[in-house]
């Protein structure tokens, strides 16, 4: 493709995409195809002859769109939001055509260094304590991610590597087979609502998690993590890291930081804050009492790319002291070696599991700027305010309970009465598929979680979504009369 074919086939992109987002309150949010559809639609092999791209976007309305799942539609309301706004898109493209791969300062030092710029510019924003931040003294710092998950896997190996190069610099005659002894008797906590991805990197760093039952608020408190502990140093066990979560998946609980902090301060074991969604609410004051205690964390980390409209993927991990990352994840060659690497910058490839790594910190930073502090609280906020719009009006029909209160762009809730109403209403809303939400079931109790996730959505897709809930309940009390609490029919 020669460069004026780029500038034709990238314009007409834009307009494309420009045309999807701006329309998208006009799609079905769930697609109506069935598994496998696609092998229908697309030849066995791919083509010899080269195509027009004319054609292969012609191919998007055709083979993509019609399997496509909303995320941006205002009628999305399942999991937690993935961002998206024009400068990320921008940025991720203009990531694209720069091309840079950034594992060293000197692979491309404006990757590095405009990394370490945004990312002290959003601690900053989020009110993170100096420690974590690359400007104050010490060595502290951020880096960019791939994922929570990722965050969370790099600070299970690193606590473990730490734990172990403690160990050996205390006792150097050690082996290398009794240090791998040691290794296998490392244990992680995290408390039973922490994400899938909390439990994966226990699985994939060899560290068994314990998942201690959160309380009735669906926190894990610094007593029961205690308690665990204390049984595992009796056993012989040798408690490791915790990671304690801001936001959790199914509620959008937070453990209580503070407290958990002390504990592990107390047995000197890593503290993770994986604030994965709510981590973005922090840039607005007002929502900064829920990390109280950070300072006594190790690492934390949030995804700029669920709520704060970078989009994907964007991973924001801050870590105190940079130089146990690097002792646990440099490797060294002749060929990564340069002559500023003592200078006083990152080798952000020391910082992270891959070599690689993209220009991610650009669509950090267009959409910092472009967007500003000021506009990026104020769609916070807006999005608290629909979640909380939605708590009203489910709190006005009888047939409701809530589960847990409108708590960042989240609520939860149920149908009274048993298991089966709740689990019937998400089969209706599944099948009619006008609004996407998810269930879980807590404690026993099947719920349903309402997420305010498109940056489109409107107090007018509120009552929408409302309206379906409704007419979709009423359809579950018709087939079970003797259930209703009211009279909705
Ligand atoms: N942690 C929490 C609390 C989450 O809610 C999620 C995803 O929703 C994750 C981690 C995983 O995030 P990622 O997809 O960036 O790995």
């Known amino acids: 493709m020669d460069a004026q074919s780029f500038r034709e086939f990238g314009k007409a992109a834009i307009d494309y995409m420009a045309d999807y987002l701006e329309n998208i309150r006009d799609k079905q949010v769930l697609p109506n195809v069935e598994p496998g559809y696609m092998r229908k639609l697309l030849p ?42 024009y400068p990320g898109i921008v940025g991720e493209m203009m990531s694209a055509g720069l091309g840079t791969i950034g594992f060293t300062w000197m692979s491309s030092p404006a990757s590095t260094e405009l990394e370490v710029i945004t990312l002290d510019w959003l601690g900053k924003m989020i009110g993170l304590p100096p420690q974590f931040l690359s400007c104050s003294p010490g060595y502290g710092g951020g880096v960019l991610q791939g994922s929570a998950s990722e965050a969370t896997l790099l600070c299970l190996l690193v606590a473990r590597e730490r734990y172990v190069q403690r160990l050996h610099e205390k006792n150097p005659s050690l082996t290398e087979q009794e240090l791998r002894a040691t290794k296998a008797k490392l244990v992680a906590y995290a408390s039973d609502q922490s994400n899938s991805s909390v439990e994966k990197a226990g699985i994939l760093g060899s560290v068994p998690m314990r998942l201690i039952r959160a309380d009735e608020k669906f926190q ?46 107390e047995f000197g074991i890593w503290l993770h804050v994986d604030a994965a969604y709510s981590g973005a609410a922090l840039i607005c004051p007002e929502y900064r009492y829920i990390c109280e205690g950070i300072e006594l964390a190790d690492s934390f980390n949030f995804n700029p790319h669920k709520w704060m409209l970078v989009n994907f993927d964007c991973s924001a991990l801050w870590v105190k002291d940079s130089r146990e990352l690097v002792a646990a994840m440099s490797v060294d060659r002749a060929y990564l070696v340069h002559t500023q690497q003592d200078a006083g910058m990152p080798d952000y490839r020391n910082w992270q599991i891959p070599l690689g790594r993209r220009f991610r910190a650009l669509k950090l930073w267009f959409v910092l700027r472009i967007y500003g502090v000021k506009k990026l609280q104020e769609y916070i906020r807006a999005q608290c305010k629909l979640a909380t719009d939605f708590e009203m009006l489910l709190r006005g029909d009888d047939r409701f309970e809530i589960f847990t209160p409108a708590h960042m762009g989240l609520v939860t809730f149920r149908l009274k009465g048993p298991n089966e109403n709740t689990n019937k209403l998400m089969a209706n809303l599944q099948k009619s598929k006008k609004i996407y939400v998810v269930g879980a079931e807590v404690g026993g109790k099947a719920m349903i979680r309402f997420a305010i996730c498109s940056r489109f959505t409107t107090f007018s897709d509120i009552e929408y979504a409302w309206n379906e809930m409704v007419s979709q309940t009423d359809k579950v009390f018709l087939t079970s009369p003797e259930n209703a609490t009211n009279g909705h029919f």
């Open 44 to 85: 066995e092999e791919a083509p010899e002859e080269p195509e027009d791209w004319r054609e292969v976007l012609k191919d998007m309305d055709r083979a993509i769109m019609p399997g496509l799942t909303h995320w941006h539609s205002p009628h999305f309301h399942a999991f937690y939001p993935t961002a998206n706004s």
């Open 220 to 265: 894990m408190s610094g007593s029961n993590l205690r308690a665990a502990i204390e049984a595992d140093l009796k056993e012989g066990l040798i408690p490791c890291i915790v990671i304690s979560t801001l936001g959790t998946t199914p509620t959008c609980a937070n453990d209580p930081l503070r407290e958990i902090a002390a504990v592990c301060s």
